[in-house]
């Protein structure tokens, strides 16, 4: 699919030929000709460059259309078109292959063919420079004088102006200096982009961590656990594919636009968003503010675990970014998220529901009493509680530099100086107070040992409808609060094989065994970035308790999106004593949020070491 402006005269009956367009080896072995203007060229060795070509690319991509022409329920996903014109592609030179899946992976716009031939990635768009000398060429101005306009204008006067002579219309012409300033260019026709993407995103909808070819591609050698894998329809129509694919695309828009800091792209994606949801409802009139999405989310019954999330922002927005505050409206909210909506939302949810109704007490709000006493009543128990503490004394060196965290000086006893972290003073504090072992990892060596000692229950026991792809880092339940639900009865069994059935040896045979067979593998950890021991990792199971440890996993088995984040900063362990404390570090003007708050409450509910540390 890789077509040039200077080949724009071809024949185009044939079907295929409009979409996939060979330019005689132009792409990997450039003519020996003096390049136009902008562009650069040296003589390119072909076997060289065949020895630089990575045809692993072509290879994962052509598996992928295999993949959708062997499974019937996917197969019927493309339309007719798009799998013939794939068929096509995949039976054309490598080489071609190669050029245009490096070019679907990149930014869609024109590519200098000498350039990419030297394998040299350039973000070539038409410069405004040139489009001034091509519109002066022409010989007309334009006053606004912005890329956009100039375009406009070069391609109204195509259609308008006729030339002299009968031999080129102005659209050749225009086309031949377009070509004189930029050179043979090369780019994929957006046909065959849009059947890649949709043949690419047949094979990987699944694994989040992969929507765009350019992740997955990272790293070739990416191992998946070995599951079954079900042919089990989720999308029943190519109108509900093709829905879900336009809002994958609108979701990457907006995540390169949240990156970017683009704001308005960002509202206006918002919009698009929200216009695509009423659609699906078919309903009515369009709204242009945040408050009006929320609210309408809030109707709907899509994404039960994210109805949390939503009230919070809403009432916020109510009390904080409106010119007139909403407060009547806020509290409202919140007690209907208590009394109608609570077995929809997580406990950290509605502690944070919680704190935003402790907000409306303030005297700024103005709110009755009858609104304050009803929040008052709904909301849970307070997670604040006097937790063991300590304080550690170090002197600091403070950044100029706004974001950069503050380093805190140690003195060693031959003189030298060492800057520290908040946390790795913290460890230091606890090493020479009885701990000679310790790590900042925030609860990963706990997920670590979970992924491990229930590994068995997550990739090999079936429940329907949760491995239907084979690049799944996860079961697709295993972020709700169903996982568990689905395995109750496996998941109880483990948890007292993990308290006291198990002997000591068998617990630790089943880690070393998970650990050998599986750390390699993109699973729901990268364990092996974790953890590159196990035996380090049974020293501090051992020195956890097994007591302890069972409960810790029981929390996180229940709901693992949760509870997988907010654990203490570090694990502190002595071997010898068979010890081990929970620390969560605080420097300076920090708060606990409420995920730490509630972490901290279950682990000394469960006769865990904890202790908050303070680091001045």
């Known amino acids: 699919s890789a077509t040039s402006d200077s080949d724009e005269g071809a024949d185009e009956n044939e079907?295929?030929?409009?979409?996939?367009?060979?330019?005689?080896?132009?792409?990997?072995?450039?003519?020996?000709?003096?390049?136009?203007?902008?562009?650069?060229?040296?003589?390119?060795?072909?076997?060289?460059?065949?020895?630089?070509?990575?045809?692993?690319?072509?290879?994962?991509?052509?598996?992928f259309f295999l993949n959708i022409l062997n499974t019937?329920?996917?197969?019927?996903?493309?339309?007719?078109?798009?799998?013939?014109?794939?068929?096509?592609?995949?039976?054309?030179?490598?080489?071609?292959?190669?050029?245009?899946?490096?070019?679907?992976?990149?930014?869609?716009?024109?590519?200098?063919?000498?350039?990419?031939?030297?394998?040299?990635?350039?973000?070539?768009?038409?410069?405004?420079?040139?489009?001034?000398?091509?519109?002066?060429?022409?010989?007309?101005?334009?006053?606004?004088?912005?890329?956009?306009?100039?375009?406009?204008?070069?391609?109204?006067?195509?259609?308008?102006?006729?030339?002299?002579?009968?031999?080129?219309?102005?659209?050749?012409?225009?086309?031949?200096?377009?070509?004189?300033?930029?050179?043979?260019?090369?780019?994929?026709?957006?046909?065959?982009?849009?059947?890649?993407?949709?043949?690419?995103?047949?094979?990987?909808?699944?694994?989040?961590?992969?929507?765009?070819?350019?992740?997955?591609?990272?790293?070739?050698?990416?191992?998946?656990?070995?599951?079954?894998?079900?042919?089990?329809?989720?999308?029943?129509?190519?109108?509900?594919?093709?829905?879900?694919?336009?809002?994958?695309?609108?979701?990457?828009?907006?995540?390169?636009?949240?990156?970017?800091?683009?704001?308005?792209?960002?509202?206006?994606?918002?919009?698009?968003?929200?216009?695509?949801?009423?659609?699906?409802?078919?309903?009515?009139?369009?709204?242009?503010?945040?408050?009006?999405?929320?609210?309408?989310?809030?109707d709907q019954k899509y994404f039960s675990c994210k109805r949390g999330h939503w009230y919070y922002h809403l009432s916020l927005i109510y009390t904080a970014y409106l010119r007139e505050y909403e407060t009547v409206s806020a509290a409202k909210l919140l007690i209907s998220a208590f009394e109608k909506d609570k077995e929809n939302l997580s406990e950290v949810q509605l502690h944070e529901l919680a704190y935003r109704g402790k907000i409306l007490d303030k005297r700024t709000y103005n709110l009755s009493a009858f609104f304050h006493d009803q929040i008052a009543i709904l909301s849970p128990p307070s997670c604040d509680r006097d937790w063991p503490q300590t304080v550690v004394e170090s002197r600091t060196m403070r950044s100029n530099e706004p974001g950069r965290k503050r380093k805190y000086v140690q003195q060693c006893e031959n003189g030298d100086v060492n800057y520290l972290t908040v946390e790795q003073t913290a460890l230091e504090h606890y090493r020479i107070s009885g701990y000679p072992e310790g790590e900042h990892c925030e609860g990963s060596l706990i997920c670590v040992a979970f992924c491990l000692l229930f590994w068995d229950i997550i990739y090999e026991s079936y429940v329907k409808g949760t491995f239907v792809a084979k690049i799944q880092s996860v079961p697709l339940d295993m972020y709700t609060n169903y996982f568990y639900v689905n395995r109750e009865h496996l998941i109880k069994m483990r948890l007292n094989q993990i308290r006291t059935n198990w002997k000591e040896e068998e617990l630790k045979r089943n880690v070393i065994e998970k650990w050998t067979n599986h750390s390699h593998e993109t699973s729901l950890l990268q364990i092996d970035s974790i953890v590159d021991n196990p035996e380090r990792l049974l020293r501090v199971i051992m020195c956890i308790g097994r007591l302890v440890l069972s409960k810790i996993f029981e929390r996180l088995v229940k709901n693992y999106k949760v509870y997988c984040s907010g654990f203490p900063d570090l694990i502190v362990w002595n071997f010898e004593a068979k010890k081990a404390k929970f620390v969560e570090v605080k420097g300076e003007n920090d708060k606990l949020s409420i995920k730490q708050k509630l972490w901290l409450n279950y682990l000394l509910d469960i006769g865990a070491d904890v202790q908050v540390c303070h680091v001045h």
């Not at 792409?27 to 076997?47: A, D, Y």
């Not at 606004?144 to 012409?173: A, F, M, Y």
């Not at 094979?203 to 990416?222: A, C, E, G, H, R």
């Open 15 to 63: 079907n295929n030929s409009r979409n996939i367009r060979i330019l005689n080896n132009i792409v990997l072995q450039p003519p020996k000709v003096t390049p136009k203007k902008n562009t650069s060229m040296r003589e390119t060795n072909v076997k060289d460059e065949d020895k630089k070509i990575n045809f692993a690319y072509v290879d994962v991509m052509k598996d």
């Open 72 to 298: 019937n329920h996917l197969k019927c996903l493309l339309n007719n078109h798009q799998k013939d014109l794939l068929n096509t592609f995949f039976n054309i030179d490598r080489k071609y292959q190669y050029t245009c899946i490096k070019l679907y992976m990149w930014k869609p716009i024109w590519y200098n063919i000498f350039k990419y031939a030297d394998r040299i990635s350039l973000q070539m768009q038409d410069s405004l420079k040139e489009l001034r000398e091509i519109q002066r060429s022409f010989k007309f101005t334009n006053s606004t004088n912005t890329r956009e306009s100039i375009i406009s204008k070069l391609l109204k006067n195509c259609k308008t102006q006729v030339t002299l002579t009968c031999t080129k219309s102005t659209e050749q012409v225009l086309r031949d200096r377009i070509q004189e300033k930029l050179g043979l260019c090369i780019k994929l026709s957006d046909q065959l982009s849009k059947a890649l993407y949709n043949m690419y995103l047949l094979n990987t909808f699944t694994n989040s961590s992969v929507m765009k070819p350019q992740d997955y591609f990272k790293d070739l050698n990416i191992v998946f656990p070995d599951y079954q894998v079900e042919n089990y329809h989720i999308f029943y129509t190519p109108e509900e594919f093709l829905q879900y694919a336009s809002a994958v695309e609108l979701r990457n828009a907006l995540e390169n636009a949240i990156e970017k800091k683009n704001t308005s792209h960002i509202f206006e994606i918002c919009k698009l968003a929200h216009k695509m949801l009423k659609e699906l409802n078919k309903n009515g009139s369009a709204y242009n503010d945040t408050k009006i999405w929320l609210e309408y989310l809030l």
